[in-house]
């Protein structure tokens, strides 16, 4: 039961253009979103996050949308740059859930110079 | 100020063999976390820590145990290896926000 989805395993995008990542979730109970960036051989990193009482979030050329009535979420980079080449993972967590995360299978960006 | 640090980061075992993942973390976190990822799978949580002495079961537990005896150590233990344990292994740790901070992976082939 994959309650985090990400259902496009790769995404190639020309430099300069917006990157759109989707990603969508099942379970009611998440009320915080969070992106990870992860690059071959390193651990995910942390971009960007949103709690369910906002529908936006912006961090320079990376922002957050979500659409709680749909259960979804969208990572949006703009402009992309060739750094921007990694895996993008999803995730979701539930209050007192003691912090657990439940990811998304990740969606490859390829960003064509 | 190091963060999360693994060790090591990879190891070949044979079948039945047994061994342990390091998991160390400088931030004075509450929460420690260990994840495995496999092709096609994403991230999947294997247990977890909320504080020092204490350990719970994640989605994918079975075949693994862990300790917390220090509040910066969180020790991944795997009995008796099989090859469907072949996968890549997170360390993560976070303190009272949701944000987790995680290691570079230890990388383990079973063979």
């Known amino acids: 039961d994959q309650q985090v989805k990400q259902n496009s395993p790769s995404l190639s995008v020309q430099e300069g253009r917006i990157s759109i990542l989707n990603c969508d979730y099942t379970n009611s109970m998440f009320d915080y979103f969070l992106w990870y960036k992860k690059y071959p051989a390193e651990g995910p990193t942390f971009l960007i996050s949103?709690?369910?009482?906002?529908d936006k979030n912006e961090d320079g050329r990376f922002t957050v949308f979500l659409n709680k009535s749909a259960k979804h979420l969208s990572l949006h980079i703009v402009p992309s740059q060739p750094g921007d080449s990694a895996v993008y993972f999803c995730a979701a967590s539930a209050s007192f859930g003691n912090e657990k995360l439940t990811f998304g299978t990740g969606t490859r960006l390829t960003i064509i110079p | 100020n190091a963060g999360v640090t693994q060790t090591p980061k990879f190891r070949v075992l044979k079948t039945g063999q047994s061994m342990t993942l390091l998991c160390a973390q400088d931030?004075?976190?509450?929460?420690m976390y260990w994840y495995r990822q496999d092709p096609g799978m994403g991230l999947r949580l294997i247990h977890y820590s909320v504080g020092e002495g204490t350990t719970a079961k994640g989605e994918v537990p079975d075949g693994y145990n862990v300790s917390r005896l220090k509040k910066q150590n969180f020790l991944l233990g795997l009995e008796s290896a099989a090859p469907s344990q072949t996968s890549v292994y997170f360390c993560a740790s976070s303190s009272s926000g949701e944000t987790q901070y995680f290691g570079p992976g230890t990388r383990l082939l079973v063979l």
């Open positions: 949103i709690s369910s009482i906002k």
């Open positions: 931030m004075n976190h509450e929460y």
